[in-house]
């Protein structure tokens, strides 16, 4: 099982901003998919399907973004899914507009969501993919 988390701000005043790319690409994730992320565990929203044959979990942290490894680190241990089936969508100011970077594992850089994650999962061998809003 793969665990795909967009990162956000759930305010309304953050809807459609450069910074919840995270929360859009989930939920076209979600649409493309036929997959309902609007029930909620563990202050995320979420929604369970298959994407190419693999059960997938998509979800949208709904704390500050500084807490966002929060509901990650409860789904991680709930599901008992390994760190390397993580991935991780966020926005990215040191990335050009539109550019897409995949990475494996690294450090959080500047992002506060990814802080916390790091920070909750003790750990930094999860895939993340980088969106450029700069």
């Known amino acids: 099982m793969y665990l795909i988390v967009g990162l956000g701000n759930p305010e309304k005043e953050y ?24 029930r909620t565990k563990f202050e995320a929203l979420y929604g369970q399907g298959t994407i190419e044959s693999e059960k997938v979990i998509l979800l949208k942290p709904q704390m500050y973004m500084n807490l966002s490894g929060i509901p990650v680190k409860k789904f991680k ?37 990814m802080k916390s994650i790091v920070n909750e999962l003790q750990n930094k061998d999860f895939y993340r993919i980088k969106i450029g809003v700069r």
């Open 77 to 113: 241990d709930f599901f008992k899914i390994e760190s390397d089936k993580i991935i991780i969508i966020h926005d990215d100011i040191d990335t050009n507009l539109g550019e897409i970077k995949v990475r494996k594992t690294g450090g959080a850089g500047t992002h506060n969501g």
């Open 15 to 38: 809807s459609n901003t450069r910074h919840n790319v995270g929360f859009d690409t989930i939920n076209e994730i979600a649409k493309n998919n036929q997959i309902d992320v609007n």
